[in-house]
């Protein structure tokens, strides 16, 4: 199996072009490329930049501000865990340390095998299934701390 570089290069590319010369398109861009890339490296948040013709400060600028942006690879499954008002009462705090538990790793974290990256997020707007998980896209509600392997399993 030959190295995708090339590829992620040549769509890196075609992304810059797209909207290259055009004003508002910075967070597109980032969207689009940390999704080709699975994570904003410095390495590309330059090339962005260069092809944007913005300066890198910018560019770091606003994909430092918002929480959408990776600057670290990302597990092959990232698990978001609602932690919520209506998650957090409901215990999230619980099922949350239990899948640190599980994985090895704390929120924020990517497993060593990069199966698994564990967050922690303010809302997934399922409240009235708390408390929540998604996996992926997938969203798992009505949560305790004994389903949390049974609803790992699959993704193993």
Same mark, same amino acid.
């Given at each position: 199996m030959g190295c995708k570089c090339a590829d992620k290069q040549d769509k %890196? %590319?075609?992304i810059l072009s797209e909207y290259q010369g055009k004003s508002g398109g910075l967070i597109p861009v980032l969207q689009k490329v940390q999704n080709v890339y699975g994570y904003l490296s410095e390495d590309v948040m330059l090339k962005i #930049?260069? +092809?944007?013709? *913005?300066?890198?400060? !910018? !560019?770091?600028g606003v994909a430092t501000f918002y929480t959408q942006? @990776?600057?670290?690879p !990302? +597990?092959? /499954? *990232? *698990? @978001? #865990?609602? /932690? +919520?008002?209506a998650c957090y009462v409901s215990g999230a705090e619980n099922i949350t340390q239990v899948m640190v538990d599980t994985l090895g790793v704390e929120p924020g974290g990517t497993t060593i095998d990069m199966k698994f990256t564990l967050d922690t997020v303010a809302c997934l707007g399922c409240c +009235? %299934? #708390?408390p929540v998980v998604m996996v992926d896209n997938d969203v798992y509600g009505r949560l305790n701390e004994a389903r949390v392997e049974e609803i790992l399993a699959p993704y193993w």
């Amino acid at each position: 199996m030959g190295c995708k570089c090339a590829d992620k290069q040549d769509k %890196l %590319l075609t992304i810059l072009s797209e909207y290259q010369g055009k004003s508002g398109g910075l967070i597109p861009v980032l969207q689009k490329v940390q999704n080709v890339y699975g994570y904003l490296s410095e390495d590309v948040m330059l090339k962005i #930049a260069d +092809g944007l013709e *913005i300066k890198p400060s !910018v !560019v770091y600028g606003v994909a430092t501000f918002y929480t959408q942006f @990776r600057f670290s690879p !990302v +597990g092959e /499954h *990232i *698990i @978001r #865990a609602c /932690h +919520g008002t209506a998650c957090y009462v409901s215990g999230a705090e619980n099922i949350t340390q239990v899948m640190v538990d599980t994985l090895g790793v704390e929120p924020g974290g990517t497993t060593i095998d990069m199966k698994f990256t564990l967050d922690t997020v303010a809302c997934l707007g399922c409240c +009235g %299934l #708390a408390p929540v998980v998604m996996v992926d896209n997938d969203v798992y509600g009505r949560l305790n701390e004994a389903r949390v392997e049974e609803i790992l399993a699959p993704y193993w």
